[in-house]
């Protein structure tokens, strides 16, 4: 007894006090059908009695299978990365599993190499690859990957692996909104070069407002911060021929906004101002700000299931970019005269 208490209990520890043999216990922790429900019961009562935990390296050996999800994420504290990956994480939980996340450079190739061969030497069963920048997903589409894997927020119609809101359907909606308020004159602080969702949201921009015979203003290109914005609305409103803004995220409309204030320009009664993401702050911003919404956290949840269903022997669920919505409060009204 004295060297049970030593030593966390085993398989054999387990079998023995359930009276079956061990290949019952591992039947059972591997969810066989053959196992009798009565026999199913009594071990799974002698697991918990005992406080038994497999050894995962070990039923990895037995079963092929880690029940681990890689993620291979860029480095950021952006609110839609971070929420995207603990999508991922409740949904792999939920299923059974765990996750394994690395962080990564975009700026450098051997980095994105060196952290996707990191992950695959763990014995990881499937891959989530948060791919917001154009780097990291032209890396990733030069690597050999020998899992099942997703790709985050990266629209590429012929991978088949991506799962992404519809990023143009998002900006246009938000410049549709100003436009409808009686807005010609739409500024957009764009997101930084090479970050696909901040090309697609400028892109969608661009075409709104030629369907509506509106020309587009030069772009100002921004790094999401609101320090950013807060800068870049200190020179745009010194000489304000602009009516609306659209910022490609809420950070930079946050300091936006600021900067109207120690300007004394009003919004939205001089200038409208609307967002792109929905972060949970934006709703007491001064005002509280009209944004587009993503569900970052269904993003995570559609990745894990279309992977889950590989892994089972089909195909990767077929994806249609998930469709955001205009969150319309009070930092848009109409054009002024």
């Not at 061969?117 to 069963?125: A, K, V």
């Not at 909606?173 to 696909?196: F, K, N």
């Not at 001064?286 to 993003?299: C, N, R, W, Y």
Request: aromatic share 6%; glycine share 8%; hydrophobic share 40%.
């Amino acid at each position: 007894m004295d060297s049970e208490r030593v030593r966390a209990p085993n398989i054999r520890d387990v079998a023995r006090h359930a009276g079956v043999s061990y290949q019952t216990v591992s039947r059972v922790l591997n969810d066989s059908p053959s196992i009798r429900p009565a026999t199913r019961a009594q071990v799974l009562r002698v697991i918990d009695e005992l406080g038994y935990r497999p050894n995962a390296a070990a039923r990895a050996l037995v079963t092929s299978r880690s029940k681990t999800i890689g993620v291979l994420s860029i480095e950021s504290a952006l609110y839609g990365p971070t929420t995207s990956i603990q999508g991922v994480e409740v949904a792999a939980r939920e299923a059974g599993y765990r996750i394994s996340v690395t962080n990564i450079s975009a700026d450098e190739y051997d980095s994105v190499r060196s952290g996707l061969e990191f992950l695959l030497s763990q014995s990881i069963d499937a891959l989530v690859i948060l791919a917001a920048q154009v780097n990291v997903f032209d890396a990733v589409r030069r690597l050999p990957i020998s899992v099942p894997f997703a790709m985050l927020q990266a629209t590429d119609p012929d991978a088949g692996h991506s799962v992404s809101v519809d990023q143009a359907g998002g900006a246009r909606l938000a410049v549709r909104h100003l436009i409808d308020l009686g807005h010609t004159e739409i500024l957009h602080i764009a997101g930084p070069a090479g970050w696909i969702e901040a090309e697609e949201r400028a892109d969608a921009y661009r075409t709104e407002l030629a369907s509506a015979g509106l020309r587009a203003r030069a772009q100002v290109i921004g790094d999401f911060t609101a320090d950013f914005g807060y800068l870049a609305g200190r020179e745009l409103l010194r000489d304000r021929d602009f009516t609306a803004v659209f910022c490609c995220n809420d950070q930079m409309a946050l300091g936006f906004l600021h900067a109207c204030r120690d300007a004394g320009v009003r919004v939205p009664e001089d200038v409208s101002v609307v967002g792109f993401d929905d972060i949970p702050e934006s709703l007491h911003f001064a005002p509280p700000l009209t944004t587009v919404k993503q569900d970052f956290m269904e993003i995570g949840r559609r990745a894990v299931a279309s992977l889950l269903a590989e892994l089972a022997g089909g195909t990767p669920l077929p994806h249609e970019p998930i469709p955001p919505r205009l969150i319309i409060r009070e930092s848009t009204g109409p054009a002024p005269h």
